[in-house]
Structure formats: structure tokens, C-alpha cells
């Protein structure tokens, strides 16, 4: 299905939530322009207005304004994409997927995400807590994805795409990935996958 009108994708490139809604955008092969909000922009009443907790990603489908990052997946896997792998029709596999989602919205969102926030833009966040998340998610994942090629099917989904940024960047953080073949071998898929781009690397102080 094709947008009736130019998606508006608000965010800034170096984040990890606005980078799994454009590979989204990308793998559906949605036409998309990106909007740049800088933290000055966020904390302006016309940002506010399409997200009163002025976060990012913002998108704007038309009439339709969506935040949250894993919403907007889900929305546009359901919009664009209806039946396709990315996110499955059967309960099962849709709480497969869901299970994920909430572990990119908590273990990764206050392991690797945070830590990285804190040692890119001093960020508040407590650095011995996101290292002992990360090392527990990073044992939880590598566990996993030793006998599963993605995270909640056979195939790539928007879980996938929802954890992979903030784990693949966890380094930028002062969070060393090294030790997780399985968790490399799974960065590799996802790489491969038609119209993925990389999020900008974020150089260490």
C-alpha cells in the first residue's frame, strides 16, 4: 500500500528510536522526509503540539500524528504492511514480537540506550546500573539468539528492528559488545536486510 501523502519522519539521526522507524520506512520502501528536531526544536510549542512530551520520533501520516517509536512500527507494519512477516497475524507470533518490543522499551532502553545517552550528551543515568542491564540483556540475547536466527520468528520482524540500534551501538556508551558471537552473528542479518542503512556512529569523547 502506498501513502496517500509524503510521510513526515521528526527526529534527529543520531537516535536510536528515530533509526529503527527509518529502517522501517526503508524495508517497506515508504516514501519519507525527515524533519530534524534538535532539543530546541522539542522543547518548542509547535513540537509540542504533535507530542506533548516533546520526544522523538514523531510521524505524520496525513491527518494521523503517531510518537513513540514502537507504536509507529507497529502501525506502519499493520498500515503498509498487513500480513507480511514483520509483524505476524497469529497470537502466537504477534506475542512473540511483543515480548521483544517491551524488552527494547525497558532492558535496552535503560542498559545500552542509556548509557549511551550519558556518555554522548551527559544525559542523566545512573552508569553502573545500564552496564549490569546490559551485561544481563546481553546474556539473555546471546543465550537466545544462539538457536534463533532473528528474535521472535524464523525471519526479521519489527522486534528486530526495535532492539538492534541502541545494542549495536552499546560501544558509544563505553559498553563493550565483545564475547557475544551469536549477538554479532544476529547484527550481520539484520545488516543484510534489503534497504538497511546504518545509524550514524556517534564518536566516544
Not at 518490543?101 to 525497558?106: E, I
Not at 545517552?117 to 546474556?139: I, K, M, N, T
Request: aromatic content about 8%; overall charge neutral.
Amino acid at each position: 500500500m502506498t501513502p496517500t501523502s509524503t510521510l513526515l519522519l521528526h527526529g534527529t539521526k543520531l537516535s536510536g528510536h528515530v533509526h529503527r522507524v527509518e529502517l522501517l520506512l526503508r524495508m517497506l520502501g515508504l516514501p519519507f522526509e525527515f524533519v530534524a528536531a534538535s532539543a530546541e526544536v522539542r522543547a518548542s510549542d509547535a513540537f509540542r503540539a504533535l507530542n506533548p512530551l516533546g520526544q522523538i520520533p514523531v510521524l505524520q501520516d496525513g491527518v494521523l500524528t503517531l510518537a513513540d517509536s514502537n507504536a509507529i512500527l507497529v502501525y506502519l507494519a499493520k498500515r503498509y504492511a498487513p500480513g507480511s512477516n514483520w509483524l505476524p497475524e497469529d497470537a502466537a507470533g504477534a506475542a512473540a514480537v511483543q515480548r521483544w518490543l517491551s524488552v527494547a522499551a525497558g532492558e535496552v532502553m535503560y542498559g545500552p540506550a542509556s548509557a549511551r545517552a550519558l556518555a554522548q550528551w551527559g544525559a542523566p543515568c545512573d552508569a553502573a546500573r545500564a552496564e549490569a542491564v546490559s551485561r544481563r540483556l546481553f546474556g539473555f540475547m546471546e543465550a537466545h539468539l544462539a538457536t534463533h536466527a532473528f528474535l521472535a520468528a524464523p525471519h526479521a520482524t519489527i522486534a528486530d528492528l526495535a532492539c538492534y540500534s541502541y545494542v549495536r551501538h552499546a560501544p558509544e556508551g563505553g559498553i563493550s559488545i565483545d564475547g557475544y558471537p551469536a549477538l554479532h552473528a544476529w547484527f550481520a542479518r539484520v545488516e543484510a536486510l534489503p534497504a538497511f542503512v546504518a545509524l550514524p556512529s556517534s564518536p566516544l569523547p
